[in-house]
């Protein structure tokens, strides 16, 4: 009799665990910032082995990525890749956006408080975004026993992606040379992260996102975490959301591979060597093939105005200031008040202001279309478009939708004002040699997305995925509700093996 019942409870166990859904111990989302797509090939025969090329030969990428929005920005880009939202549904159309008639930065929020900081770094949390997170449905589908720890050395590209439920996000504050977080997650900085922090020898006062040691520092931080938290090691997934800041803070001061500096191809190899060392890291705690990755990024980037005319390649810059003081003037001339008509120009959103126009008992609609017949009279821009009205405006189909996908009402301004192509939102001296993002272009639209590990077969697709596709494949790979606001789909490439 002793022994049926062990057999029957032999069989109960593997019965049960036959049962389970089959998922991967770990998560990985790695979203390098401002990564244009032609970096993969352009930087190929200087990468070394273990990291790019390894993710390159192991994994799966969907060759045409593109962002389906304006404006293509660091805030909006985090807050698409992990809702699988566009900023119609998720609500972050900018990285600063008006809201109640307050400007306000996507993560600010002044009931929280500083965790590691006495800075206003740390009143920071996911309080703005409407919509849900990869993290969220896999902390909501494991009955929350599922870890989800967001790293960046940028507050928003941290506290973003790891979504409202997460267990942790950290970014870095330069006042402490230190990770912080704020009230919203904890209390009080894990030992850990004090420790970590200890260590990493950074000056107070000194910017990481500056150079390429910036990279080096937030892989160490998402290992110390992967290590410390003992993500991988639960029974059921955990995901590390980790963002790469230093190459879009690079890419912005000195420019893409196009421009004369080396700085570019600086952070992307030591982006490719600090990836490798983590990729083994990820082998050793979690094992190899137990973990599944995707590589995205949250904009591309244009080249330099001054760098592609010397090539006789189109581009140049607008002042966008400027013309909003022009438009104010002739707006002035035109309904006969002395009075501030537009008050702000933020990703291409210029916002009129509502209040001030409705005490002066002005039409809104009225001065909003005086406003674009100005507008489209500038040669410096391409488009201007009634956001309310875009499905209707003569643009380009692709651009109708961008524009549409990118509103958000009550936060976005009234008309976008799209420049020409190649050209910066405002005077370039012949001295800067920077790069820009925020367009629509394919410059700042295309995007590499690769996915390695688990369950994942090498090979490509070509067919046009867009951004918000990017959680809903996660989440079909995991067997989870996709996040409640998405309005992306699942990549069958990917997930139909």
């Known amino acids: 009799m002793k022994k049926i019942f062990l057999s029957l409870l032999v069989c109960i166990v593997a019965l049960t665990a036959s049962a389970q859904v089959a998922r991967p111990k770990l998560v990985v989302g790695l979203v390098i910032d401002q990564m ?30 593109m962002l389906n929005y304006v404006p293509t920005i660091t805030g909006v880009g985090h807050s698409s890749i992990y809702t699988g939202a566009v900023p119609a549904a998720n609500g972050i159309p900018s990285n600063d956006f008006y809201l109640d008639g307050k400007r306000i930065y996507c993560t600010d929020d002044p ?68 990770f912080i ?67 879009d803070a690079i890419s912005h001061k000195t420019g893409t591979w196009l421009s004369p500096g080396k700085e570019n191809e600086e952070v992307f190899l030591t982006l490719d060597r600090d990836m490798k060392k983590f990729l083994e890291a990820l082998d050793a ?25 010397e090539h006789k390649l189109p581009g140049g810059g607008c002042d966008m200031g400027a013309k909003m003081r022009d438009l104010n003037e002739k707006l002035k001339a035109e309904f006969g008040l002395d009075i501030k008509y537009a008050k702000d120009v933020i990703g291409e959103g210029l916002y009129l202001d509502h209040e001030l126009l409705a005490q002066n008992k002005l039409c809104l609609e009225k001065v909003k279309a005086a406003a674009i017949r100005i507008l489209k009279t500038d040669p410096d ?21 961008r524009v549409i996908n990118g509103y958000y009402h009550g936060r976005s301004g009234d008309i976008i004002l799209m420049p020409r192509i190649n050209y910066f939102e405002w005077p370039v001296a012949k001295e800067f040699l920077g790069s820009s993002h925020g367009t629509w272009t394919p410059a700042d639209t295309h995007i590499p997305l690769i996915f390695m590990g688990w369950n994942i077969k090498p090979g490509y697709t070509n067919r046009q995925t867009h951004m918000d596709d990017t959680a809903p494949t996660v989440c079909s790979l995991l067997h989870i509700q996709m996040p409640d606001a998405c309005t992306g789909n699942p990549i069958v490439e990917v997930t139909d093996k």
């Open 181 to 247: 977080t704020s009230s919203y997650y904890m209390e009080k900085l894990p030992d850990w992260v004090k420790k970590f922090n200890r260590e990493a020898g950074m000056k107070k006062g000194y910017d990481p996102k500056s150079g390429a040691d910036g990279v080096t520092l937030t892989f160490n931080m998402a290992e110390a975490a992967l290590k410390n938290e003992q993500l991988g090691k639960g029974e059921t997934p955990d995901m590390l959301c980790i963002s790469i800041s230093s190459t």
């Open 285 to 309: 705690q979690v094992g190899k093939g137990n973990y599944l990755l995707f590589l995205t990024a949250d904009h591309g980037g244009s080249h330099n105005p001054n760098t592609l005319k």
């Open 36 to 65: 244009r797509w032609d970096y993969m090939y352009y930087y190929y025969d200087k990468f070394g082995e273990g990291g790019m090329k390894r993710l390159m030969a192991e994994g799966f990428s969907c060759d045409n990525q």
């Open 111 to 178: 009931t929280v408080k500083g965790v590691g900081t006495d800075s206003k770094a740390g009143n920071m949390s996911p309080k703005n975004l409407l919509g849900t997170t990869i993290g969220d449905m896999l902390r909501c589908a494991t009955d929350f026993r599922s870890k989800v720890i967001g790293i960046a050395l940028k507050d928003r590209a941290s506290i973003l992606p790891a979504g409202h439920s997460a267990n942790a996000a950290y970014w870095y504050d330069k006042s402490v040379a230190g």
């Open 381 to 401: 821009l391409q488009w201007v478009i009634d956001y309310e009205k875009a499905a209707y405006a003569s643009a380009p189909q692709w651009v109708r939708e």
